[in-house]
T-cell receptor, first 116, second 115 residues
Framework: AQSVSQHNHHVILSEAASLELGCNYSYGGTVNLFWYVQYPGQHLQLLLKYFSGDPLVKGIKGFEAEFIKSKFSFNLRKPSVQWSDTAEYFCAVNPSLSGGYNKLIFGAGTRLAVHP | DAGVTQSPTHLIKTRGQQVTLRCSPK?????VSWYQQALGQGPQFIFQYYEEEERQRGNFPDRFSGHQFPNYSSELNVNALLLGDSALYLC??????????????FGNGTRLTVT
């Protein structure tokens, strides 16, 4: 079955530390890849996406992710986190041949806590 | 402002009962998808409605059904509730079945507790 694995369930960092959240997926074909973020008390929001082209994609708020096809990975990075980055982060994959956002498979999420 | 509105925000039901959850998509969107998010898990795709028809379905039993109305709003119905149906139910809207570059916009969800 198609699945998405997020390696860290909880991450605690101090402000200005660098962040890398791992994401691996099991589907072998063409995929669309996403990172969503859920700030406390808010709805899920799109952080960034990869459809095709440059495997290094940049999103909002200084986040970026790198698609490594050979490793089936789409890791999220940020060079210097802020307290306001405290949130839950979800990696998602659309393995559908039709692409886009129409049927996403989510990982279990990573809760990030950033301490001032 | 999420753009996607869901009601109610919280709901408590008893095993065996039936429940209806409602969703109004973001203005301009014509496609509604429903996801179930159990505690400690990521959202799981239930189904998608477009042009008032179920277009795609995830691995959920027939107890889960839905409807889309001409104004694009949608309902999720769950029959014969089980304790395991307790979860946050998320509605997400998009344009044109979410194909291409139309991102999903999520609502805040309905928290269903089955006792």
């Amino acid at each position: 079955a198609q699945s998405v694995s997020q390696h860290n369930h909880h991450v605690i960092l101090s402000e200005a530390a660098s962040l890398e959240l791992g994401c691996n997926y099991s589907y072998g074909g063409t995929v669309n890849l996403f990172w969503y973020v859920q700030y406390p008390g808010q709805h899920l929001q799109l952080l960034l996406k990869y459809f095709s082209g440059d495997p290094l994609v940049k999103g909002i708020k200084g986040f970026e992710a790198e698609f490594i096809k050979s490793k089936f990975s789409f890791n999220l990075r940020k060079p210097s986190v802020q307290w306001s980055d405290t949130a839950e982060y979800f990696c998602a994959v659309n393995p559908s041949l039709s692409g886009g956002y129409n049927k996403l498979i989510f990982g279990a999420g990573t809760r990030l806590a950033v301490h001032p | 402002d999420a753009g996607v509105t869901q009601s109610p925000t919280h709901l408590i039901k008893t095993r065996g009962q039936q429940v209806t959850l409602r969703c109004s998509p973001k203005s301009g969107h014509d496609t509604v998808s429903w996801y179930q998010q159990a505690l400690g898990q990521g959202p799981q795709f239930i189904f998608q409605y477009y042009e008032e028809e179920e277009r795609q379905r995830g691995n959920f039993p027939d107890r889960f059904s839905g409807h889309q109305f001409p104004n694009y709003s949608s309902e999720l119905n769950v029959n014969a509730l089980l304790l395991g149906d307790s979860a946050l139910y998320l509605c997400a809207s998009s344009l044109g079945q979410g194909l291409g570059n139309s991102p999903l916009h999520f609502g805040n969800g309905t928290r269903l507790t089955v006792t």
